[in-house]
């Protein structure tokens, strides 16, 4: 349980992020960007709703940071011609002094060389009133609970539990893409949905802020981690293609709970939904199986991200219980099932069954969350049964 | 960004310095032409992207006839073994068998698992990307092997030989890390490792006492010692190296050795409780 003081924290939080990406533009007066030259009010740092005095909000230095690769830059301009735009980037082997780059509005692309890695990689070339900009907007919205340089320490922050991202550990967790580190869009994205369950509000900001921020964000990967680790991979959001179940929905149910208990065992971590007596039949083994103890409850795992120096460990969701932070539509669980959550117990699962399995548990964890989910009663009789093994 | 970042050469570069593998040729230039303050970088052109460019100039390129020298030896282990705890697997999947750890394995005074690879001394060869593939397999909810030495290039196959789901979760840095799923019955898991990596974890979520240890070197001359910890590295040029031996809770020892064509040096390393 949050303690009341907690739970008065993060509803202020949420009152606070929730006026101010409304109110966006109003704090600065108006918006910077549409002045024609606002690096000059970049410069004077205006008034700020409550910057501590002396935090510096001007970047003067631009930077690399890792992109996805030529494949990735190809893929995108296809899909603009295929939407009938003009490709997003074009190839020009005269700019960045001859060095020859990919070029789009927002800047450009590099296949540059790491020599002390002897490692050839894409960068992305970020400049300082892009950072300056993404570090103002940070500090604006973001910095209340991630911190004011972002490591996950801000004043509204400290009391969450989860605890906000510390950016410099470039651990994202529900990217949704199958590569280390998520797409710009990818990341734009999670920001724009927020995190259901979460103190983490879906941003109501403009797409030019939101990519100012994704880049700011980026820049805070320590040297040789995230954005600045030239063998790290950068992946799209995973592709849920065609529902094999569309239109057969109750039988994706019962085979998702097949699945669920069986090849894929879930309940290995998450808990287990049907009566024991049952689970020998769905795993294919002897009747009197003794299964783990408290099969109805999910079991404390691991994890990659550090809080004060130490590991967290993360409980997955009980999804009669929890809220799924990364959506929860067949699609949205799809697409988080198929993809894992980076830096915790979670795999991808994509590949490793087949997509009529995949989109199957994706329906029986929506059915579930449906049926008992902020209903007290019905859960309240569902665990009985289970505990009770009846 | 301090790290010197070498821009990838214009075409006109790449043509200019074609298929050469002499020392890049640095100029100056400037990038970042959105910056107030641009980064300083050297441009050069390189005839490969694969990151097994020349380092030196008169390096030649390796080939398995050219080593004819041996090391051998074996790894002892000092003193009393400790017992290698019992792992209870049924409480967690009653699918997995049961076992005992694997970290430290004693037999007839010698460890097994030990990474023992040449560490100096290949100055003057290039050596081409491994082929083929290694396997790493999970049977009876353990990896096997538990230590898996392999060289940049080479596939690593992971198989599930159980009836149960494991996750693969890999910590690997310069490789691709990753976390892949693979239940009963599912296919390999073919990763590439392109590149050298320290010994890196690979474990199962689902099985916590499940860890193995990979390394991956950007050079053949490594091998695991085996049960009674003796170890062999054949087809080494003649030569003076460092060698380096490995174990995963154990540490690191090194030692120099000294071989000519056609010999074999013979090697010992000793641990025991107190080691590093």
Redesign the interface.
């Known amino acids: 349980m949050r303690s009341p003081f907690t739970q008065l924290v993060c509803l202020a939080t949420v009152a606070i992020g929730t006026l101010s990406s409304f109110k966006a533009l109003n704090f600065f007066g108006s918006d910077p960007r549409a002045d024609e030259d606002h690096s000059q009010m970049i410069a004077e740092e205006l008034p700020h709703a409550r910057p501590p005095r002396g935090v510096p909000l001007t970047i003067?230095?631009?930077?690399?940071l890792r992109a996805p690769g030529e494949e990735w830059i190809i893929q995108q301009n296809e899909l603009a011609r295929k939407q009938g735009l003009e490709p997003r980037f074009t190839e020009d082997?005269?700019a960045?002094?001859?060095?020859?780059a990919w070029i789009d509005s927002t800047?450009f692309i590099?296949?540059?060389?790491?020599?002390?890695?002897?490692?050839?990689a894409y960068?992305q070339?970020v400049?300082?009133?892009q950072l300056t900009r993404g570090r103002r907007d940070f500090v604006q919205f973001c910095s209340s609970c991630h911190g004011l340089d972002g490591d996950g320490y801000g004043r509204s922050g400290q009391w969450l539990r989860p605890s906000p991202r510390d950016f410099r550990q470039t651990n994202f967790k529900f990217t949704k893409v199958l590569?280390?580190l998520p797409t710009d869009d990818a990341l734009k994205r999670l920001i724009k949905r927020g995190l259901d369950g979460t103190p983490m509000l879906p941003w109501d900001l403009s797409d030019e802020q939101i990519t100012d921020i994704v880049q700011y964000i980026k820049s805070l990967s320590p040297?040789g981690m995230g954005w600045?680790d030239p063998?790290?991979?950068i992946g799209s959001i995973v592709e849920a293609g065609e529902n094999p179940w569309a239109g057969r929905e109750n039988f994706a149910i019962k085979h998702g709970e097949k699945v669920y208990h069986g090849?894929?065992?879930c309940m290995?971590?998450h808990p287990g939904y049907v009566n024991p007596r049952d689970l020998p039949g769905l795993?294919d083994?002897p009747e009197d199986?003794?299964?783990?103890?408290n099969l109805y409850l999910p079991v404390l795992?691991?994890s990659e991200y550090e809080v004060l120096g130490e590991k967290v460990k993360i409980l997955p969701p009980d999804f009669t219980f929890h809220t799924i932070r990364s959506g929860q539509t067949p699609q949205d669980l799809y697409e988080t099932i198929a993809s894992?959550i980076?830096g915790?117990?979670?795999?991808?699962?994509k590949?490793?069954?087949s997509e009529e399995d995949l989109w199957a548990l994706a329906y029986y964890v929506q059915d579930l969350v449906e049926e008992y989910k902020d209903k007290p009663a019905e859960r309240r009789g569902l665990m009985e049964r289970l505990r009770e093994g009846l | 960004m301090n790290r010197s970042l070498i821009g990838l050469g214009a075409l006109l570069a790449l043509t200019a310095c074609g298929g050469g593998d002499s020392a890049p040729k640095p100029q100056k230039s400037t990038t970042g032409s959105t910056s107030s303050s641009t980064a300083e970088t050297t441009t050069t052109a390189k005839s490969t992207d694969t990151g097994g460019a020349a380092k030196a100039s008169g390096s030649q390129d390796w080939n398995d006839s050219m080593g004819t020298a041996t090391v051998s030896g074996a790894i002892k282990f000092e003193g009393v073994a400790p017992e290698n705890k019992a792992i209870t697997m049924s409480d967690v999947d009653p699918k997995c068998p049961g076992g005992a750890e694997e970290t430290i394995l004693v037999s007839n005074g010698g460890l097994a698992n030990v990474v023992i690879s040449v560490n100096k001394g290949l100055d003057g060869y290039k050596f081409a990307k491994g082929t083929g593939a290694v396997n790493l397999d999970q049977k009876g909810c353990q990896y096997i092997p538990h230590v898996l030495a392999m060289q940049a290039g080479q596939t690593v196959s992971i198989t599930n030989s159980d009836d149960t789901v494991h996750n693969v979760h890999s910590y690997s840095k310069r490789n691709q890390a990753f976390n892949q799923a693979q239940p009963a019955g599912a296919g390999a898991i073919e990763k590439k490792m392109s590149q050298k990596d320290k010994s890196f974890p690979i474990k199962c979520d689902m099985h916590a006492w499940m860890n193995c240890q990979v390394v991956v070197f950007d050079h053949p001359f490594f091998t695991v010692s085996d049960e009674n910890g003796n170890f062999t590295l054949p087809k080494l040029p003649a030569g003076t190296y460092k060698l380096v031996a490995e174990h995963e809770s154990l540490g690191k020892q090194e030692a120099e050795v000294t071989v000519a064509d056609g010999g074999t040096e013979t090697v010992t390393f000793s641990y025991g409780q107190s080691a590093p």
């Open positions: 003067t230095e631009g930077t690399w082997p005269s960045a002094d001859g060095e020859g800047g590099q296949k540059r060389y790491d020599e002390e890695e002897d490692f050839w960068w070339w400049g300082p009133a590569a280390n040297e600045r063998f790290t991979g090849v894929a065992q290995l971590c795993l083994q199986t003794v299964y783990r103890e795992k691991d894992g980076k915790t117990a979670m795999p991808a699962w590949g490793s069954l």
